[in-house]
């Protein structure tokens, strides 16, 4: 067994009867000559005439129809918003506050059930994994504080979050992290034939992380892949390429690694054309799910010693994210919720 097979999470419990498709596609590599390519199913799973020529690399894989995408100059549809269920209520009420954000306690099983459940109904969202990062982000800049509060679902990716909440009196089941979810959403995905974008990582990741996740859940479809440039979202042309390419997929499930809160604008963008269909702002999840990037060994993770083990790595990179940056915000943030936990 490699160790990325290692890491991978458990396959969850089994899901309710699967939805059948008569559709059937294949995920292939993006072609060298673009920027952000999708990969077209054999069969397109929006219909059953618009036929593709198979490239090698991956096994054929059923489909299903996604979203139906808007045509150019029609207006876009307003995102539904259907009055929460009984259920949603209890969890919005259930909801923790940890340094300014306010965070699902919901385990990784049950982020998993509730983006199925949603997609069943025809619904989208947004999920947003929170970490020290992006909470120190959120604590200065009120226009990505919103895209933490608008999303659906919020999650604690990071231990210093975890052991916030903890002291605060308000514990969280546990730290659900993208690099996770990636597998466990996917599997989910397999299961149901629902479309599978991923968006994000240097040019070639997210092809080699569609690869890696098929060969773990071979009935999985890949409706496409995407590797913006750095700094793709200041030229509109770019920017308009990589938004027809995502809605031209119609995916029902879209992975975006491009760092926070580049990827929340982009999803924000996007849900406008997608209604019915789930965003993850995943960080560098796409990078783990390839194999690019190695994760930390599970006790350093358990023990929120993850971010030593990617300094090790990667020290140019992160060494001021989290010894300047991160490092002094999470020992504040520990320090208020231990002293407004006692005397609250």
């Known amino acids: 067994m490699t160790d990325r097979a290692a890491e991978r999470p458990p396959a969850l419990a089994r899901y309710g009867p699967p939805v059948m498709s008569s559709a059937v596609g294949r995920a292939v590599v993006p072609a060298a000559r673009y920027t952000v390519t999708p990969i077209p199913p054999l069969t397109d799973h929006r219909s059953a005439t618009a036929g593709h020529d198979p490239v090698p690399g991956l096994p054929a894989v059923a489909g299903r129809a996604g979203t139906p995408v808007t045509r150019r100059g029609a207006a876009p549809p307003a995102p539904r918003r259907p009055r929460p269920d009984k259920?949603?209520?209890?969890?919005?009420?259930?909801?923790?506050?940890?340094?300014?954000?306010?965070?699902?306690?919901?385990?990784?099983?049950?982020?998993?059930?509730?983006?199925?459940?949603?997609?069943?109904?025809?619904?989208?969202?947004?999920?947003?994994?929170?970490?020290?990062?992006?909470?120190?982000?959120?604590?200065?800049?009120?226009?990505?504080?919103?895209?933490?509060?608008?999303?659906?679902?919020?999650?604690?990716?990071?231990?210093?979050?975890?052991?916030?909440?903890?002291?605060?009196?308000?514990?969280?089941?546990?730290?659900?992290?993208?690099?996770?979810?990636?597998?466990?959403?996917?599997?989910?995905?397999?299961?149901?034939?629902?479309?599978?974008?991923?968006?994000?990582?240097?040019?070639?990741?997210?092809?080699?992380?569609?690869?890696?996740?098929?060969?773990?859940?071979?009935?999985?479809?890949?409706?496409?892949?995407?590797?913006?440039?750095?700094?793709?979202?200041?030229?509109?042309?770019?920017?308009?390429?990589?938004?027809?390419?995502?809605?031209?997929?119609?995916?029902?499930?879209?992975f975006v690694g491009l760092g926070f809160p580049r990827q929340e604008r982009l999803i924000a963008s996007l849900r406008r054309d997608l209604p019915g269909t789930w965003f993850v702002g995943c960080g560098s999840a796409i990078a783990f799910a390839a194999g690019t990037v190695r994760r930390a060994p599970v006790w350093m993770r358990r023990g929120g010693l993850e971010w030593i083990f990617r300094l090790t790595r990667e020290p140019g990179r992160l060494a001021r994210r989290y010894l300047v940056d991160d490092l002094p915000y999470a020992l504040r943030l520990l320090t208020v919720s231990l002293v407004r936990g006692l005397f609250s």
């Open 87 to 254: 259920a949603t209520r209890r969890r919005l009420r259930r909801r923790v506050r940890v340094a300014g954000v306010a965070i699902d306690p919901m385990t990784e099983s049950e982020v998993v059930d509730h983006v199925v459940a949603a997609l069943k109904r025809g619904e989208g969202g947004h999920l947003v994994t929170p970490n020290v990062d992006i909470s120190r982000t959120v604590a200065r800049d009120a226009g990505a504080r919103r895209f933490v509060e608008r999303a659906d679902l919020a999650v604690a990716d990071g231990m210093p979050l975890v052991w916030a909440a903890r002291l605060l009196g308000t514990p969280l089941p546990g730290r659900v992290t993208g690099a996770d979810l990636i597998w466990s959403l996917s599997e989910a995905a397999a299961f149901y034939r629902h479309p599978v974008y991923l968006l994000g990582g240097p040019q070639g990741t997210a092809a080699q992380a569609a690869r890696e996740l098929v060969g773990r859940h071979p009935k999985l479809v890949i409706a496409g892949v995407g590797a913006p440039p750095y700094g793709f979202e200041d030229d509109p042309e770019s920017y308009a390429r990589v938004r027809d390419a995502v809605i031209a997929a119609a995916p029902r499930l879209v």
